[in-house]
């Protein structure tokens, strides 16, 4: 059965201290792993889209990088306003299949 | 601006009753998805159409119907044979299946 399991569940981070969020992936011939933010009460928003491995994609202080079983979210130097939920997708047949996400808060 | 609209925001149901959660899209988007969100759980996929009268079931279809009458529209009706349908509830739209999604807002359903 294809899987995703993001970790760390919660992840508490005082601003300027980087990190990384793991996602790692149980699927037969990846098609696509995708990368969301979702903030409370909304949507979930698009950040990136990562096809084969090794390939990587930065956006302002988020960089996501994909190896053959997992992915990294990096966090360089976060913001309070980084503060969100952060949700790992894989591609299976025709729809998304999520893992739990990660809760990132961070403090002045 | 291109986008999905979902309505209500907040709905409140009675034991029994059938509630239907609006799904619009403006983006020509061909496909479109309803997903489940409760705490811990992640979003787990209901229902799915990739064509204009054609839909399919997903993980958690039981208790749950949807039409696809409209390239725009995706309505999901939750009916009294979901026993648990207290959730945060959230429709996408994509190109085709290759590409991400867009998201809406999402509908918190309450069953008072």
């Known amino acids: 059965e294809d899987q995703v399991t993001q970790s760390p569940e919660a992840l508490r981070l005082q601003e300027g201290e980087s990190s990384s969020l793991n996602c790692s992936y149980t699927v037969s011939g990846l098609r696509g792993l995708f990368w969301y933010r979702q903030d409370p009460g909304k949507g979930p928003e698009f950040l990136f889209t990562?096809?084969?491995a090794g390939e990587e994609k930065e956006k302002e202080r988020l960089k996501a990088t994909l190896t053959k079983k997992e992915s990294f979210l990096h966090i360089t130097a976060p913001k309070p306003e980084d503060s969100a939920t952060y949700l790992c997708?894989?591609?299976?047949?025709?729809?998304?299949?999520f893992g739990k996400g990660t809760s990132l808060l961070v403090t002045p | 601006d291109g986008g999905i609209t979902q309505s209500p925001k907040y709905l409140f149901r009675k034991e029994g009753q059938n509630v239907t959660l609006s799904c619009e899209q403006n983006?020509?988007?061909?496909?479109m998805y309803w997903y489940r969100q409760d705490p811990g759980q992640g979003l787990r996929l209901i229902y799915y159409?990739?064509?204009?009268?054609?839909?399919q079931k997903g993980d958690i279809a039981e208790g749950y119907s949807v039409s696809r009458e409209k390239k725009e529209s995706f309505p999901l009706t939750v009916t009294s044979a979901q026993k648990n349908p207290t959730a945060f509830y959230l429709c996408?739209?994509?190109?085709?299946?290759?590409?991400?999604?867009?998201f809406g807002s999402g509908t918190r359903l309450t069953v008072v």
């Open positions: 159409s990739q064509i204009v009268n054609d839909f």
């Open positions: 990562l096809y084969s």
């Open positions: 983006l020509n988007h061909d496909a």
């Open positions: 996408a739209s994509s190109r085709d299946s290759y590409y991400g999604y867009t």
């Open positions: 997708a894989v591609r299976v047949e025709y729809a998304l299949n």
